[in-house]
């Protein structure tokens, strides 16, 4: 057979352009996209995600008795317990989607291949971590009707809405961004997906045990005063017709005759909140914003998370008395205060996960930049 | 023009891979890279691909220097691995297409380019059929497609042949020869030796790291080498020949005049063959 090549002096392309740059990306997206959506392995995996979901909404919804009447409220609490799945489930699927993105191409012999076109090692690997975004994507996107439907349940505000699920799609992409960069670090496609687990792992449950165990374990002296008041001689005197009471039935400084005090140590959890900071949910949770009964307490699940990661931040009180003789003895800061007057650690949590998986990106990319110097040991070019 | 490579070395912690590689191939013809397993050919061609850093030493690649220029290699390179990969799910057409727009080309001549070269490889009655159904030589095939997508100036070809059936080897030679003549520059590593002879023009030796000089080739070529004749009634006998082809020709003479009725007269081993053999031994 005679070939049909046309002589050198003409290209059948142009050089790439800038406007080119993301074309490139999204080829590389597309390229990885194609191969997972002809596989049954991914279908297989939502269906079994939608079915979960299903359970855990109708689970959950029977649990707080969100269908009964007069339940104002409890819907917030399935939409919470949804939108926590959600991220539970994704966080478990996207390290599997992602964890070989790179180095399975390198076993496969496909990556060689690649880095021999005209794309950069950059856009290789954005395009990689933009196709196992994507994919994770699609976990959010199965979720939506049960999230909408708990919404309209719980008659919960559009910003509650926007502001959880960006919070778990920014997360999504934080995951999968890890994964692809650790696949292009690691040599081996089981490491890279095991230590992309761990890190979720780290960063969902071991931030928790460290806040418990570091809190816990640092503790200071606690000092607690009471003074009752000698009620007898109150009822006495009230009937001899002297006045033994301040305002509001509260007895006069000088019947709180019977003081009992106890000392004992207590954990420091405002020495090691900001460990939470970097847990997902926390940061779900905090981020979203909270809407208060007119008693202020917060209206949904995220809210009374939030006031317990919030409550962590306050210094105990070293010293504390009691006494039936001051007015002010039952006033205490209700759960809005305590919200309104601590500091708000989503965004740093946030900010870190995204720096963290930016530096894995980064890594990755210096590792398929070819012509490459330096090969870990063992490692394969093609 | 072509590929120029000057005292190449790479190792890799302390096996020294290519240790001095240096030698030319021109453009307008098929330079075949010759050497024993390990002797440092499939190195040598991930640093010609722009892959691999050299640690010491300049490639040229139609005068751009992959290690300032990886783009402007690329652009102009086409490699042909010798591990099959392929994306296992993507049909044969696609793989095409995707890799055309990899190289930058708008959606339109991807796929035109994509058809046009499916035809070229005789892989249009499987087109669309996954890449992972592919027999080892289908995916040969696919694999030079590949290299042809952005047509390339100059072709690094590493064991193309191998697991071709004796119909596509033929038409993988002449398809080689095709692009030389049309002023491309190939370069094609292979072991085997007859398959190259036909096509290469010039042959470069690797042994142990290092190109071997051409007075060891010449002095290797004109060294003792066996010859073969047959005769009308089917005996085959093989002679022993010292001084290369003139050499050759008297014996021929003399079996003549002794009356001996040769039909076929020629080398028992093709010309590479007998240097790389003579090479080994001479190690």
Redesign the interface.
């Known amino acids: 057979?005679?070939?049909?090549?046309?002589?050198?002096t003409e290209?059948?392309?142009?050089?790439?352009q800038r406007a080119?740059w993301w074309?490139?990306v999204w080829?590389?997206a597309?390229?990885e996209l194609?191969?997972r959506v002809?596989?049954v392995a991914a279908y297989v995996l939502l269906g079994v995600f939608a079915f979960i979901l299903l359970l855990v909404t109708i689970g959950a919804a029977l649990a707080v008795g969100a269908w009964a009447d007069g339940s104002e409220g409890a819907g917030g609490a399935v939409y919470a317990i949804v939108m926590v799945v959600t991220l539970l489930l994704a966080t478990l699927v996207s390290p599997a989607l992602s964890g070989n993105a790179i180095n399975g191409?390198r076993e496969?012999?496909?990556?060689?291949?690649?880095?021999?076109?005209?794309?950069?090692a950059t856009q290789l690997v954005l395009g990689k971590v933009l196709a196992a975004w994507i994919t994770t994507l699609a976990f959010a996107v199965v979720a939506v009707p049960f999230i909408l439907y708990t919404v309209i349940l719980g008659g919960l505000s559009p910003s509650t809405l926007v502001v959880s699920f960006l919070i778990i799609v920014i997360e999504m992409g934080v995951i999968a961004a890890a994964g692809v960069g650790l696949s292009g670090i690691l040599r081996k496609p089981l490491m890279s997906v095991v230590v992309t687990y761990l890190i979720v792992a780290a960063l969902s449950i071991g931030t928790l045990i460290a806040f418990a165990i570091v809190g816990a374990s640092v503790r200071s002296h606690y000092t607690y005063v009471s003074e009752s008041a000698d009620w007898a001689r109150v009822d006495r005197d009230e009937r001899a017709g002297l006045d033994p009471y301040q305002a509001d039935r509260v007895p006069k400084p000088e019947y709180c005759t019977e003081v009992y005090s106890y000392e004992s140590d207590v954990p420091r959890f405002d020495t090691v909140w900001w460990v939470l900071a970097a847990n997902p949910y926390v940061i779900l949770s905090d981020a979203v914003p909270t809407t208060y009964d007119r008693y202020g307490s917060p209206n949904d699940v995220f809210g009374f998370i939030k006031l317990g990661i919030r409550q962590a931040q306050i210094t105990p009180q070293l010293e504390e008395h009691y006494s039936d003789c001051d007015p002010n003895r039952y006033e205490s800061s209700e759960p809005r205060n305590i919200i309104e007057t601590t500091v708000p650690s989503w965004f740093v949590g946030l900010a870190l996960h995204i720096a963290g998986a930016g530096l894995l990106v980064w890594g990755a990319i210096t590792r398929v930049r070819?012509?490459?110097?330096r090969?870990g040991?063992g490692q394969r070019?093609? | 023009m072509g590929i120029i490579v000057e005292h190449a070395a790479r190792s890799f912690g302390d096996v020294h891979a290519v240790r001095d590689a240096t030698f030319i191939a021109r453009p307008g013809e098929v330079t075949a890279l010759v050497g024993p397993n390990g002797s440092g050919k499939t190195t040598l061609l991930l640093m010609l691909a722009s892959l691999l850093a050299p640690d010491t030493g300049r490639i040229l690649i139609e005068g751009r220097d992959p290690m300032t220029d990886p783009l402007g290699v690329r652009a102009v390179t086409g490699w042909m691995p010798d591990i099959l990969g392929s994306w296992g799910t993507l049909t044969a057409r696609e793989t095409l297409t995707l890799t055309g727009r990899l190289y930058g080309m708008p959606n339109a001549a991807a796929q035109s380019r994509a058809a046009e070269l499916l035809g070229l490889v005789d892989l249009d009655e499987l087109a669309d059929r996954p890449t992972k159904v592919l027999s080892r030589g289908q995916k040969q095939r696919l694999s030079l497609a590949r290299a042809l997508v952005h047509d390339p100036r100059v072709l690094l070809l590493d064991e193309p042949a191998s697991g071709l059936d004796p119909a596509a080897r033929v038409h993988l030679r002449t398809m080689l020869r095709g692009f030389a003549d049309e002023g491309r520059t190939i370069l094609v590593s292979s072991h085997i030796l007859s398959e190259l002879e036909e096509m290469a023009d010039t042959a470069v030796f690797m042994d142990a790291g290092t190109t071997v000089s051409d007075e060891r080739v010449a002095a290797a070529k004109s060294s003792e080498r066996a010859w073969r004749y047959t005769t009308v009634d089917g005996r085959t006998e093989t002679v022993m020949i010292a001084g290369g082809e003139p050499d050759a020709a008297a014996v021929l003479a003399g079996l003549i005049r002794d009356g001996v009725q040769v039909v076929t007269f020629a080398p028992a081993v093709g010309d590479l063959e007998h240097t790389f053999l003579d090479l080994e031994a001479g190690r």
Do not use: C, K, N, Y
Request: proline share 9%; hydrophobic share 35%.
């Open positions: 057979m005679t070939t049909t090549f046309e002589p050198q290209q059948h392309w142009s050089p790439p080119s074309a490139g080829t590389i597309s390229i194609r191969q002809r596989g191409d496969e012999g496909t990556l060689a291949t690649t880095q021999v076109t005209l794309i950069t070819a012509p490459a110097r090969l040991a070019i093609a």
